[in-house]
């Protein structure tokens, strides 16, 4: 038993860095052409040289998740260069935190309009691809944080329990057209998003403690997990959300 996404199309949004570069990359290297999109121009000229160096099929585009005219350039270019579009990986997302009290309106909607609404409007981009070849594969990050409260999270938990109970409405609504929708449900992963590298030695141990498996996630155990969801061997789930935390 392989997985084989030999040939696949995918785009990864947010893929500048972080989770969601590592997701590209490690798409790529099992033979998809993976179309890297972020907002951050500088990142996407870095991962197109690596792509280069490395040999790895693909693009880059420039394209912010909140643009839903942008989002439709983008597919409809994917669609001429490559004929087909398998996989879409909604990795982009922002996480602006604050205590509810204090929140301000516009940390509120950043959240909201990037991590909820951008997975919407990047679906509603590829749905029709998807669906006039009667397949496809929608993989949307949601976080531990939808299922376990965080104190000083509310927008960003939010944005994220939306993400999860999204997959699922959206899982029964393309069903007929056997295209997949999951989401995963990342724990904590040392990222620029978490100012990890940034926090007290104390904090970090008492995090790690409460771990089932005493051990940060990384990149790499996100990516693997994407590469599953992609793939044949995952056919038969949809619908759901999986937990990559550690325990
Ligand atoms: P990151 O901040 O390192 O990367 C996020 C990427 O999204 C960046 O490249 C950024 O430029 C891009 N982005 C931001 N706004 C965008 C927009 N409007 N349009 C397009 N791209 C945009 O974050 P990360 O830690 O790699 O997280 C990736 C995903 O995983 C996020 O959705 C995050 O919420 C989720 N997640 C991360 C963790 C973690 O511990 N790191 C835990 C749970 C969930």
């Given at each position: 038993?392989?997985?084989?996404?030999?040939?696949?199309?995918?785009?990864?949004?947010?893929?500048?860095?972080?989770?969601?570069?590592?997701?590209?990359?490690t798409?790529?290297?099992?033979?998809?052409?993976?179309?890297?999109?972020?907002?951050?121009?500088?990142?996407?000229?870095?991962?197109?040289?690596?792509?280069?160096?490395?040999g790895?099929?693909?693009?880059?585009?420039?394209?912010?998740?909140?643009?839903?005219?942008?989002?439709?350039?983008?597919?409809?270019?994917?669609?001429?260069?490559?004929?087909?579009?398998?996989?879409?990986?909604?990795?982009?997302?922002?996480?602006?935190?604050?205590?509810?009290?204090?929140?301000?309106?516009?940390?509120?909607?950043?959240?909201?309009?990037?991590?909820?609404?951008?997975?919407?409007?990047?679906?509603?981009?590829?749905?029709?691809?998807?669906?006039?070849?009667?397949?496809?594969?929608?993989?949307?990050?949601?976080?531990?944080?939808?299922?376990?409260?965080?104190?000083?999270?509310?927008?960003?938990?939010?944005?994220?329990?939306?993400?999860?109970q999204?997959?699922?409405?959206?899982?029964?609504?393309?069903?007929?057209?056997?295209?997949?929708?999951?989401?995963?449900?990342?724990?904590?992963?040392?990222?620029d998003?978490?100012?990890?590298?940034?926090r007290?030695?104390?904090?970090?141990?008492?995090?790690?403690?409460?771990?089932?498996?005493?051990?940060?996630?990384?990149?790499?155990?996100?990516?693997?997990?994407?590469?599953?969801?992609?793939?044949?061997?995952a056919?038969?789930?949809?619908?759901?959300?999986?937990?990559?935390?550690?325990?």
């Open positions: 038993m392989q997985i084989d996404l030999q040939g696949k199309v995918a785009i990864v949004t947010g893929a500048g860095r972080g989770i969601g570069r590592e997701i590209a990359l798409l790529a290297s099992e033979g998809v052409i993976t179309v890297v999109t972020d907002v951050n121009e500088a990142n996407l000229e870095a991962i197109k040289q690596e792509f280069e160096q490395l790895y099929q693909g693009s880059q585009y420039l394209c912010d998740v909140r643009d839903f005219n942008r989002i439709q350039q983008v597919v409809g270019a994917v669609v001429e260069s490559y004929g087909h579009l398998d996989i879409l990986v909604n990795n982009a997302g922002v996480a602006a935190g604050g205590m509810v009290t204090s929140l301000q309106e516009e940390v509120w909607d950043l959240n909201l309009d990037i991590n909820l609404k951008g997975t919407f409007l990047m679906c509603k981009g590829v749905i029709p691809v998807m669906k006039r070849q009667r397949s496809g594969r929608i993989i949307n990050a949601a976080s531990f944080a939808a299922i376990v409260p965080s104190i000083g999270s509310a927008a960003y938990a939010s944005s994220k329990a939306g993400v999860s999204f997959t699922r409405v959206l899982a029964g609504e393309l069903g007929p057209w056997n295209i997949t929708v999951n989401c995963y449900a990342p724990g904590m992963i040392p990222t998003m978490n100012h990890f590298a940034e007290p030695e104390k904090d970090q141990e008492r995090l790690l403690d409460t771990l089932t498996l005493r051990r940060w996630g990384s990149k790499d155990d996100v990516a693997n997990l994407i590469c599953f969801l992609a793939s044949d061997l056919e038969y789930i949809t619908g759901t959300m999986i937990d990559v935390s550690g325990g």
